[in-house]
């Protein structure tokens, strides 16, 4: 029986450990953290941070492992690709190439180095270095641990007088202690969050969506909706298809799946912001399998242990469908009492509810995305229609707190 270790344990990798179980995999789930929801459908529980490369290198040669992944995880990505360098084993590109695109400030640099559209930015360790800096900035600026996802530690700074906080929290939310200062983007239309797939080094299964934030939020950059098929144009998403690849190409990426934001600014330009090499948290690759009906998931685990590849193929999207990260209203917090959906929405539209927290349960303001309290897929006919009832959610889910 072959062995899938999977870094982190959160409730993203539960549907992973199913998908393994059924291929007949022995699954390890590995991190710090006992009590997290994962470890309940693994086979095995290994007790080590997976920012500890050495130590969980040394957890997965003691084991004997065939495969590792860091699925929505990101603080296990690079972890991931220096065990698979280090033992041989499948991964989506070399350790220095996962080096770069997990870290945001020298990935900056690299876009920078080899022509792509980049917004201006400087990464740091020095909280004191960038006041010497204010006037190589336009601004406002947004500051931002180079190490995090899920818009942990982001700060938007309107004047060099609120600097000194926002590197502070963005420090704190940084696990190497960098951080990267860069010109905040003003875009036109919507962010792109999707989970591409590539085979070999080519890209066989693209798509972009439309990331919705909401403005009211404790915090207003933390993704609120995601909405497929995006209204990019076309012409913008071909570019960022062919940009993608290049990068792929330059740093000899070659199979598995990727979690890429992307964005067209005011001034035109399509820019790829972020590319990293594992799923999406929010649940982007289930949405995925549901709307296009291409399995990345299993296709990411056959990967990871060396089994064929299912066929993974471009598909149009099967409707108009919205991911809804459920969150606390803007500077609510409290015991949970329950969550209820208006019922004639819940028969029409929904097709998945995944809550993250149970009744009883203390719930914090929506600062970043660990702070959701789960996840809603909903299916509608028509744009317009996925518009006009998301504009009303207020109205039809109800988060009681006592």
Not at 183 to 204: M, Q
Request: charged share 25%; aromatic share 10%; net charge negative.
């Amino acid at each position: 029986m072959k062995k899938l270790m999977i870094l982190g344990g959160s409730r993203y990798a539960v549907p992973v450990i199913e998908i393994a179980h059924k291929l007949g995999l022995y699954v390890i789930t590995c991190d710090y953290l006992p009590g997290n929801i994962a470890h309940k459908y693994s086979d095995e529980y290994c007790n080590v941070s997976i920012i500890d490369k050495e130590a969980t290198l040394e957890a997965a040669q003691r084991l004997d492992i065939n495969g590792i992944i860091s699925f929505a995880c990101d603080p296990g990505v690079v972890t991931a690709a220096y065990i698979a360098e280090k033992m041989n084993l499948p991964f989506q590109g070399s350790y220095e190439s996962t080096c770069i695109l997990q870290d945001k400030g020298l990935f900056r640099e690299f876009l920078t180095e080899h022509g792509f559209n980049v917004p201006r930015a400087k990464r740091y360790v020095d909280p004191e270095a960038p006041f010497s800096d204010v006037d190589f900035f336009n601004w406002p600026v947004i500051v931002k641990p180079v190490d995090s996802a899920g818009s942990k530690g982001v700060s938007k700074v309107n004047t060099p007088d609120e600097l000194r906080l926002a590197i502070k929290i963005a420090m704190n939310g940084s696990h190497n202690g960098a951080f990267i200062i860069e010109d905040f983007l003003t875009f036109r239309g919507y962010h792109s969050s999707a989970d591409p797939f590539s085979v070999n080094g080519k890209l066989e299964f693209v798509t972009y969506s439309d990331q919705l934030f909401d403005k009211e939020a404790d915090n207003p950059y933390t993704p609120a909706y995601i909405i497929w098929p995006s209204s990019m144009e076309k012409e913008c998403q071909d570019y960022l298809t062919k940009e993608t690849q290049r990068l792929i190409d330059l740093l000899g990426m070659q199979t598995g799946i990727y979690n890429i934001e992307t964005c067209v600014g005011n001034d035109g330009k399509p820019y790829i912001m972020e590319v990293s090499p594992r799923g999406g948290g929010c649940k982007i690759a289930e949405l995925q399998h549901m709307a296009f009906h291409v399995n990345l998931i299993e296709n990411e685990i056959r990967k990871a242990v060396g089994m064929p590849l299912l066929n993974i193929q471009q598909n149009e999207c099967d409707g108009y469908w919205c991911e809804m990260v459920i969150h606390a209203r803007p500077g609510e917090c409290g015991i949970l009492k329950g969550i209820t959906i208006d019922p004639d929405i819940q028969k029409k539209y929904v097709k998945v509810v995944d809550l993250s927290v149970k009744p009883g349960e203390y719930v914090k303001p929506f600062t970043g995305a660990n702070m959701s309290l789960g996840d809603m897929f909903l299916k509608f006919d028509s744009r317009e229609e996925l518009d006009s009832i998301m504009k009303k959610s207020n109205d039809w889910l109800h988060i009681e707190l006592v």
